[in-house]
Structure formats: structure tokens, C-alpha cells
């Protein structure tokens, strides 16, 4: 059979540009609606402010910060300064691990390798939150490709300027469309005014080496741009495989007039990763922290396919497990995953004269990649009992962002509209292996398959709009802001290639989703806020995993999933200290999944269902201080408690009812302190995590830990020709502590009392770095 024959599409990058004339329209036509679906509806939000301006904005902190003034929400902000407290190379979301309410894990010691990587805020997971870089929407970052791309791979860290993480309410206008629990804006910087060059070169740990070069043209009459390139390798900390990467960034801005700018950014990203093997709470007790995959040893990895089929025993190695433990699924010979990414955005933000601003940003996003499996139960041959098995990608964005901002007396109001077209290709393949092997390729680009299992293609149109008033009362000590935004998107499937997966369409809507917003001004140091806000997640893919029957069945009764939360806080800020409190309600309701409504003596097919709501309450306290000259002491304290409040049918009753949300811990608290003298710097940080359930039913969990992280840093100045010659050191994982980072990488169950549920990643031992920086 042919497997080629149909192919992703392609959308011209000259599409997005020149539909920023119909987005001028369709922004104009926005008053009365006759521009937006008729009933949309809106998931997420991160404010309609032009990505350039709001990163221009935040280019004035110059360190973290736990306060927002003037804000009618939690905002809270790092700095490329925090970040490069971090060995170099690692993702913004360490950064931000720091401040209340975020829960960030990965198995890696940067947080950049895909599989493992998991964000958590206030009782939600990485799927219902939004993300954005300069404005661009980068989906929900998940590892399968649906509707974007994880942040590491949009741009390198290095130039980055500022990560800001909205922890209940996101901006209005943010373009997400999974935005239900909080929103993270990441900003690029802008090319330096000044020509040179910079280099950072890292080795560690692992073998780890990683080369960052940096060329700046300096400004021209408003003209800037610069170009850079990344090579990352490591090995991995356990088993067999390195994880490669390599990535180009441009970005050129020219700036005229008053406040009239044009900014294009161009990112190619590379990825190669050998996977580090899921481990359950048996296979971790029985096996160790250092288990991992077969590979290179294939005999064992043979042997084990054999045992499969009946042929013969599991490898000593495994007869420690209970004798009810599923041996072929604790081991396999190897896993990986590839990505290759191209992003492009091209934004302007034009003066139309007095307060009027108009902001624009088209975008096109192009991924393919592909996820490995060496999968013992399909033989390439009478003679190889292993075969391939991948999940190939192809992703395809193309999509608009527009905004219009202007004053009217006391009144800030913005209005503007996000669309988006997608085209998804996701396929499960199987290909021959000859036997043993050590490499890490794409198979699709260079084989024919022995079998397949899915080929299904996904259209996705987004659109949203939305308007906002800020007024300012009182000589600006009182701010109220409200408005409403509409979201609408909808998903076509085919089925190209016969399978349990589903075809159809199914629309995700809502016309009126408000958020309101209220801060004043205690005084010059002090602030209490309180706001609302009602979001709403597009069901992207998730409906047409079912059967063509079930999906039929659904699709009319299912409602998209939805939350409202209410956040009520308070600031103060000093010359040496300040600090925030907030607390916040949210109710999250027709959360869906995958289950069997029936009891288990009745034969029914899998459909995704509406199984409740979840009510969650929390409390976040952060607090810097500055006590003496040099040192700055960061503090936060989250408490969340995430309850379902259903109980589901599953082959029976699923007793869920006011237990713990996976994944979640109800307790964390941070402590970092950083010091610099002259041309010394240093910090300290540490962080607990409370314990994590991993079953619906709370029979299972991981323990709490705590982590510590150091770093030291001396600035040499001027070094013959070379400028700002500085050299750094990091040890993460000070203690070398065991712990379970990543929960869920294979899903949740109801119940695992044994602990056998392979859904766990280990956490990544003490590692060392050192890094050079220099500038010409």
C-alpha cells in the first residue's frame, strides 16, 4: 500500500502577510459582529498589548519580580537575568519554577527534553494552559504536535528578554485557545544597538557541550538585527543516547517616527532525543533509579519479545517483579523522539496619531517529527520478534493577531481578534528492523512501513475577538477594567487509513466569555486587586480518538470544557523588600475523558465523556528582600487544594468524589538567595514539592522531596580583545536526591494500589556545568 499519497499542506508564509489587510478589515467589522462566527466562544487570553510593546515594557525590570502595580491580576515576571542564573541552554520555565503556584518538572537537569516536561498551575496541567511568544500562540506546547510547539524549540533561552506568568486570568486578548487555568507570555529580546558578537560555550556532566554564538549589526537609522546559533549534545545521566539539538534564530527590527516599529523573527529548530524509559512505583522499588531502556544490548531486548510470543523465560533481570507484573511493558529496546521546527513572525505596531495604536502580528509555524518505539509485540521478521513503531507528525500554522489600543478621556480600550488555520497529519506506523541497532533516524523519511495503525488529518480554524475598557479613577489610584471576548474553533477529521479513530467535525463556542478587574491604590507602596474571568478549551483532538460510533454518539451532547475563577489579592513594595499575597476559586466544569460508561458485565464501547467538575482553592505568598547591600532572598509559599466533585461511570462507578486532582501537590515553597559583590555572584535555591497523587481514586502516590540548586559566577571584564569575559558554574541537584519528577507521561488510571501504572519519570542526579561568556 502507498502511505505517501496524501500529504500535509503547505500555507505560504505571503498568505499571513497579506491577510493583514483583511485583518485590518475583519478588526474594523468587529463592533457588530458581522466579521466572527455567530456564536464563538473564547478559551484563553493573554493580553491584545503588541507583543514588541509589552516586551519593550518589561525590558525595565531588571530581576524578578513578585509584584505588578497598577494590575488587576496576579502577574509576576523573570528576567534573562534569572534565567541565566541557570546552566545555560535551559528552558525559561525553570525560571518561573520559582514563584507561587508553578509546579515544573522534567527528568533532565534544563527541563528541555520533550517527553518529560510538564507544567502545572493552580490544579491545572500543561493542556489547559496558554502560551505565547511575542504574541505568537504556541498552543498547549504538547509533546504529540497538535497545535504548536514547546517554547525551547521556538527560541533559544539566551534571547529571550522576559517570561511573564499570569496565574489565574491571563489578558483578554491573549491567542490561546487552552487557556483555562493561567497564562505564560514569553518575550524576545530585541537586537543590541550596538555591533558585536557574543559566544557562550558550556561543558559538563554527561559530556555535555553546548556552543552559543550571538552576531549583533548594531542600529542603523532605526535598522537592527541580529543572528544566532546553538548546538546543544549530552548524554544521557542513565542508559544508553544523547540528546542533541541545533537552532538559528534572526531577528531584525526597524523603528521610526513616534513609536512605529516592524519586527521579524525567524526560528529553525532541530531536535534529536533518546528517550529515558517511564518507570512505575514497582519497577523503580524492584529495579532502580537507573533502569532504563535495553539498548545497546538487543539480546535481552529479544528475549524479552520471545517471552512475549511464549518462547522462553524474561531476563533474570526482571524476575524480581511481582509475578502479576506486565514484564513486556516494564522494558523496551529503545525510544526516541525527532522534531524539526521553522517559525516565522513578522509584527508591526503603528502610531495612527493622538492615543490610537495599532498592533499587528502574522505568523506560520511548520513542524514534522517523529516519536520511536521499539515495540516487542509486532516481529519485522521470522527471524527479528521487535519491529519499529512510530508516531510521525505534521503540523502546519498560519495565523493572525491584531489589536487596536486608544484613549477616551479616563478610558484605555482595546479591541482585536486572533485567527488561525491548521492542518494536522498524525500517523502510527510500524517499520522493519534488521536487528540490532544505535542510531536515531527518522524512519518515515527513508522507509516503507511493514504495517500502520492510524493516519488521520485534522483541519482546525480559531477565531476570536474581543474588546476591553481599562478606566482610571480617583487621580489613577483606582483601575477597572472589564470586557468580553468570543471564541470559536472548529476541527474536521478525516480518516485516511482504516482504524479504531474517528471522522467528523465538531465545534467548540462560546459568545460571551467576561472578565472584570479591579485594583486601588492603598497608598504609594500598596495595592489590593480582585478580578473574574471565564475561559473555555477547544476540544482539538481528543473527540476522534474514539470509535466512529461512539464519536457519532457524542459529539451532540458534549460540551467544551469551561472554568471561572475569582482572585482576590494584595501588594506592597519597598525600597528593600516587597510581596504578594493572592487567593483564588476556580471551578472547572465538563472536564472530559476517555471512559466505559457501563458496569463491567456489560459489553459497551470507550467514549470520551463529561465526568464533572473540579473546585479548586489556593493561596499564594511570595516575598523578596533585600536585607544588606548584594543580597536578595526570594520566598513563596502555594498552597492549592484541587478536588473532583463527581463521581463517573468507568465498567462501573469510579468513586472520585472529592478526591485530590492527579499531579497536583497541595503544598510547595521556594527559598532562593543570590549574592554579588564586585565581580562575584552567587545564588542558592531550593524547593519543596509536596506529595502527588497518581490515580483518580488517590491510591496511589509519590512522596514529597526537596531539591537544591547552586551557582557561582566571576565577571574577568575585559580580556585582551574580548569584553564581559565571565565564567559560571552550576550544580543541580546539590544533594543528589532520588525523586519522581515527571507524573503522567502514559496517563492516569482509577486506581493502581500496587503501583504498577509505568507513568513516572525519575528525576536527573547531581550534575556539574561550567560555562565561558565573552563579547567582541
Not at 41 to 64: F, L, Q, R, Y
Not at 654 to 670: D, N, Q, S
Request: glycine share 10%; hydrophobic share 35%; charged share 15%.
Amino acid at each position: 500500500m502507498s502511505i505517501r499519497t496524501v500529504s500535509i499542506r503547505r500555507t505560504a508564509f505571503a498568505l499571513a502577510i497579506s491577510s493583514v489587510l483583511y485583518g485590518g478589515a475583519l478588526l474594523a467589522a468587529t463592533t457588530d459582529g458581522t466579521a466572527l462566527p455567530a456564536s464563538p466562544s473564547a478559551p484563553n487570553d493573554v493580553a491584545g498589548a503588541t507583543p514588541d510593546a509589552s516586551a519593550g515594557k518589561a525590558k525595565t525590570m531588571e530581576a524578578i519580580s513578585v509584584v505588578a502595580t497598577g494590575e488587576t491580576r496576579q502577574i509576576q515576571k523573570v528576567t534573562i537575568e534569572d534565567i541565566k542564573a541557570l546552566p545555560p541552554g535551559s528552558s525559561p520555565l525553570k525560571a518561573i519554577d520559582k514563584l507561587p503556584g508553578v509546579n515544573f518538572q522534567s527528568s533532565d537537569p534544563w527541563g528541555a527534553y520533550e517527553w518529560s516536561t510538564q507544567i502545572t498551575l493552580h490544579g491545572f496541567d500543561q493542556s489547559r494552559l496558554g502560551f505565547t511568544l511575542d504574541g505568537i500562540p504556541l498552543g498547549n506546547m504538547s509533546y504529540g504536535v497538535t497545535n504548536g510547539l514547546q517554547i525551547t524549540r521556538a527560541i533559544t533561552s539566551d534571547n529571550l528578554s522576559t517570561v511573564e506568568l499570569a496565574q489565574g486570568a491571563g489578558a483578554l486578548g491573549t491567542a490561546s485557545s487552552s487557556n483555562l487555568g493561567g497564562t505564560i507570555q514569553f518575550f524576545s529580546a530585541d537586537p543590541d544597538s550596538v555591533a558585536g558578537a557574543r559566544v557562550n560555550q558550556m561543558f559538563g556532566s554527561d559530556s555535555t557541550h553546548r556552543t552559543f554564538v550571538r552576531l549583533d549589526t548594531g542600529d542603523y537609522n532605526g535598522f537592527s538585527t541580529y543572528l544566532s546559533y546553538d548546538h546543544a549534545d549530552t548524554g544521557k545521566w542513565k542508559g544508553y543516547g544523547d540528546q542533541k539539538s541545533d537552532q538559528i534564530n534572526l531577528k531584525s527590527v526597524y523603528q521610526w517616527g513616534d513609536g512605529n516599529r516592524i519586527s521579524l523573527f525567524v526560528d529553525d529548530s532541530r531536535r534529536k532525543e533518546y528517550d529515558y524509559q517511564d518507570l512505575s512505583l514497582t519497577s523503580q522499588r524492584v529495579l532502580g533509579w537507573n533502569y532504563d531502556y535495553w539498548q545497546p544490548d538487543w539480546a535481552q531486548a529479544v528475549q524479552v519479545a520471545n517471552a512475549i510470543a511464549g518462547k522462553g523465560p524474561y531476563p533474570a533481570a526482571l524476575n524480581g517483579l511481582p509475578a502479576d507484573y506486565d514484564k513486556g511493558d516494564v522494558n523496551y529496546y529503545a525510544g526516541g523522539g525527532i522534531r524539526r521546527d521553522k517559525l516565522i513572525g513578522l509584527s508591526g505596531s503603528f502610531n495612527l496619531g493622538g492615543s490610537s495604536t495599532l498592533n499587528v502580528t502574522a505568523y506560520n509555524h511548520d513542524d514534522r517529527g517523529e516519536g520511536q518505539w521499539a515495540t516487542p509485540y509486532l516481529a519485522s521478521s521470522p527471524t527479528v520478534p521487535i519491529a519499529m513503531r512510530t508516531t510521525d507528525y505534521g503540523l502546519d500554522r498560519t495565523g493572525l493577531t491584531s489589536s487596536l489600543q486608544f484613549s477616551l478621556g479616563n478610558n484605555d480600550i482595546e479591541l482585536g481578534v486572533w485567527g488561525e488555520d491548521a492542518n494536522n497529519n498524525q500517523e502510527r506506523n510500524y517499520f522493519a528492523l534488521s536487528g540490532q541497532y544505535t542510531y536515531l533516524s527518522d524512519f518515515y523519511a527513508s522507509e516503507a512501513p511493514i504495517a500502520r495503525g492510524f493516519f488521520q488529518n485534522y483541519d482546525t480554524t480559531t477565531r476570536m475577538g474581543y474588546v476591553e475598557d481599562t478606566i482610571h479613577l480617583l487621580d489613577d489610584r483606582l483601575t477597572v477594567n472589564f470586557g468580553s471576548k468570543a471564541l470559536n474553533t472548529t476541527t474536521t477529521a478525516t480518516s485516511l487509513f482504516p482504524s479504531s479513530y474517528a471522522a467528523g467535525r465538531i465545534v467548540a463556542s462560546n459568545g460571551f466569555l467576561p472578565q472584570a478587574g479591579v485594583d486601588y491604590k492603598l497608598d504609594s507602596q500598596q495595592d489590593i486587586y480582585a478580578s473574574y474571568s471565564k475561559n473555555m478549551v477547544s476540544y482539538g483532538i481528543l473527540p476522534f480518538t474514539q470509535s466512529q460510533a461512539a464519536f457519532d454518539a457524542s459529539k451532540g451532547t458534549l460540551k467544551p470544557e469551561q472554568s471561572q475563577t475569582l482572585e482576590l489579592g494584595y501588594r506592597v513594595h519597598g525600597d528593600t523588600f516587597e510581596a504578594s499575597a493572592d487567593a483564588y476559586f476556580t471551578r472547572f466544569s465538563n472536564r472530559l475523558l476517555s471512559v466505559t460508561p457501563c458496569p463491567a458485565v456489560v459489553t459497551c464501547s470507550a467514549v470520551l465523556n463529561n465526568v464533572g467538575s473540579v473546585k479548586s482553592t489556593g493561596l499564594d505568598l511570595a516575598a523578596i528582600w533585600k536585607p544588606v547591600e548584594h543580597v536578595r532572598w526570594l520566598n513563596s509559599l502555594s498552597y492549592d487544594n484541587s478536588k473532583y466533585q463527581d463521581d463517573y461511570l468507568d465498567n462501573g462507578v469510579v468513586a472520585t468524589a472529592g478526591k485530590y486532582v492527579v499531579g497536583i501537590p497541595t503544598w510547595m515553597f521556594t527559598s532562593d538567595v543570590s549574592y554579588s559583590y564586585g565581580a562575584w555572584s552567587a545564588n542558592l535555591d531550593g524547593k519543596y514539592t509536596g506529595r502527588r497523587y497518581i490515580t483518580y481514586i488517590n491510591d496511589s502516590e509519590v512522596p514529597s522531596y526537596w531539591l537544591f540548586n547552586a551557582g557561582l559566577n566571576y565577571d574577568l571584564g575585559t580580556v585582551s580583545v574580548l569584553k564581559d569575559v565571565s565564567l559560571g558554574l552550576n550544580i543541580s541537584n546539590l544533594l543528589n536526591k532520588h525523586y519522581f519528577a515527571t507524573t503522567g507521561t502514559n496517563g492516569y488510571v482509577a486506581s493502581d494500589p500496587n503501583g504498577y501504572n509505568q507513568t513516572l519519570q525519575a528525576g536527573a542526579p547531581r550534575q556539574f556545568f561550567i560555562n565561558i561568556n565573552a563579547k567582541l
